[in-house]
């Protein structure tokens, strides 16, 4: 058996510094996702993955599948458990329902991910991060924060190919405005490049608008096989077409280049290959724009344009609207922000509705889109391609 | 040491609240690696069937998966690749801000990202030289036959060599 698997039903939280328990998002979003497609009973979900990183730590919750199942009135009977990959746990959660669609282990799978990050005193997430990378090896070096190891590669990145300040401030001003069309994004108003060139310094050369926030927040999809779908869904049907998630190092010693992401290349190159397309057939992307020099890199390194060429190329709008290739239509983590879990998944709803053609803001024509993101010490790296047609 | 909010925990060492690695035989079978750190040397394992040098220090070898490891010596200082200053956001436990940092090459061995110490903002500058330096971290209070014993513990960063 070797089914094709849709995309049906997409919905999230408000994002955001928010008052409420992780469940109460994760409820919030259950509730936002029936209501975009009033189809599908909910009693007919046979199978939950739920998508969290910090659940142990900021919300001290293991086994949190069956609490949330309980919690958005599911009863799962093929699969009921937890996915974390850090930044990448969504769509780890996303790849894995989409294998057991294709393989018959299950038929409606529902796909949640979401955190609650802000704690009664703040330093704690913060210290929480200590978690993320290698905590023997990276974790004491003071290397849990991010901004310091995408600083270095953004220092390398413009010394190596010339990219600038202003094109890193293109891709911060492009993705707030998105999120200021988007009323569950965390930032509801957009920043003009002079208070992108003028705010305070982080890590030199990123400074506040470079980097994407802690959220709260959560997001939920509904995926099944095609079969159901033409039973469940009147809207355009979207299929998920090809995957490919890797990893090459993870403590930063290990790092094989800083400013090339092998790892990106490998899981580009193996999901654009299962979905039987090349870079320029993406229509509309997703990609993880943690910090502004991701967004660059990621141009690059899923070739969309040359490499060292991400600089000019979002400089001049090629992946805003209008472009060759719309990226984060819908503010991206730099906008809506980034509970861990729940980012795969925001990306997920967005590009379905940009497929069916009902998104804030449609880029005419999509027919693919793709999903990235990156995860821990860019030590992984996750991509999604969808399609209006199977492979 | 007290926990405002949780009186049970009043007293309690919590391993998940410790940015630091565990360093005791107890806990980590690459404990050689801080006993040699607390002698100011900077080591790593050698896999003696295939000659891989790994770091971090491993069990078993990543690229022929032998268990025939051994201890070896590792340059302990190396020259700025690039560096950068947090001006905010340090984290706690990592003192006042700047917290500088620097991709290290260690004389071909490895390029690392590590935490540079001993280091004025502005200071450090590419092609410096730094080398490594240890400093005692709190120690771990272990059980130990029914009493508790403090396992003293160290780590390392680096600091320029003037």
Redesign the interface.
């Given at each position: 058996m070797d089914r094709n698997v849709c995309i049906i039903a997409g919905g999230m939280s408000k994002w955001g510094v928010r008052n409420g328990s992780q469940r109460d998002f994760f409820q919030e979003a259950a509730k936002a996702c029936y209501e975009d497609n009033l189809q599908v009973n909910p009693k007919e979900i046979d199978g939950l993955l739920v998508a969290s990183a910090y659940t142990e730590?900021t919300s001290y919750q293991t086994h949190l599948a069956p609490l949330v199942a309980e919690h958005i009135g599911v009863k799962p009977k093929s699969i009921c458990a937890r996915v974390e990959l850090l930044c990448a746990s969504g769509s780890s959660a996303i790849i894995l329902a989409f294998g057991l669609i294709k393989a018959g282990q299950a038929d409606v799978v529902m796909v949640m991910g979401g955190e609650k990050l802000y704690t009664p005193q703040k330093?704690e997430v913060?210290?929480s991060?200590?978690a993320s990378v290698?905590?023997?090896?990276?974790?004491?070096?003071?290397?849990?924060?991010p901004?310091?190891?995408f600083?270095?590669v953004a220092?390398?990145h413009m010394?190596q190919y010339g990219t600038t300040k202003e094109q890193l401030g293109a891709i911060s001003v492009k993705n707030r405005r998105n999120a200021a069309l988007n009323p569950k994004a965390q930032f509801q108003q957009g920043i003009t490049k002079d208070e992108y060139m003028n705010a305070?310094?982080?890590?030199?050369p990123l400074s506040l608008f470079d980097c994407c926030p802690i959220t709260d927040g959560a997001a939920g999809v509904i995926l099944c096989a095609e079969e159901k779908a033409k039973q469940l869904t009147d809207k355009p049907l979207v299929y998920l077409r090809g995957t490919g998630q890797a990893s090459v190092n993870n403590?930063?010693?290990?790092?094989p280049s800083?400013t090339t992401w092998e790892a990106l290349k490998i899981a580009g190159q193996e999901a654009y290959r299962k979905a039987k397309i090349e870079p320029k057939d993406v229509k509309v992307a997703m990609t993880h724009d943690c910090f502004t020099i991701s967004e660059i890199i990621e141009m690059e390194d899923l070739g969309f344009c040359k490499k060292g060429e991400g600089g000019p190329f979002v400089g001049e709008g090629q992946n805003d609207l209008g472009g060759k290739v719309p990226t984060n239509t819908d503010g991206g983590l730099l906008g809506c922000g980034h509970p861990f879990g729940g980012t795969g998944i925001r990306q997920a709803i967005e590009v379905m509705k940009q497929l069916r053609g009902d998104a804030t803001q449609q880029v005419k024509g999509a027919d693919i889109g793709l999903t990235h993101n990156l995860s821990g010490f860019i030590a992984a790296h996750t991509v999604l391609v969808y399609g209006r047609e199977p492979v | 040491m007290t926990t405002p909010g949780i009186s049970v925990l009043d007293g309690k060492y919590m391993v998940?609240?410790d940015?630091?690695?565990q360093q005791s035989k107890e806990f980590n079978q690459v404990y050689a690696f801080y006993e040699n750190l607390k002698q100011g040397r900077f080591t790593t394992t050698k896999c003696a069937d295939c000659g891989a040098e790994s770091?971090?220090p491993r069990v078993m070898c990543p690229e022929c998966f032998s268990t025939n490891m051994q201890w070896i010596d590792w340059p302990n200082e190396g020259t700025v690749i690039?560096f950068?200053?947090?001006?905010?956001?340090?984290?706690?436990?990592?003192g006042k801000a700047p917290?500088v940092?620097a991709?290290v090459d260690l004389q071909g061995k490895?390029?690392?990202?590590?935490?540079v110490i001993n280091c004025a903002e502005g200071q450090l500058k590419v092609g410096d030289k730094v080398r490594v330096a240890v400093f005692d971290?709190d120690p771990v209070p272990q059980e130990v036959k029914g009493g508790i014993q403090e396992i003293p513990r160290v780590?390392y960063?680096f600091e320029p060599v003037t």
């Open positions: 730590r330093w913060f210290y991060e200590l290698d905590h023997d090896w990276d974790g004491p070096q003071g290397l849990g924060l901004p310091p190891v600083a270095m220092k390398q010394k305070r310094p982080i890590v030199q403590m930063s010693a290990n790092m800083w | 998940t609240m940015l630091f690695p770091f971090p690039e950068t200053e947090e001006v905010v956001g340090v984290p706690l436990g990592f917290l940092h991709l490895k390029t690392m990202f590590v935490r971290v780590f960063a």
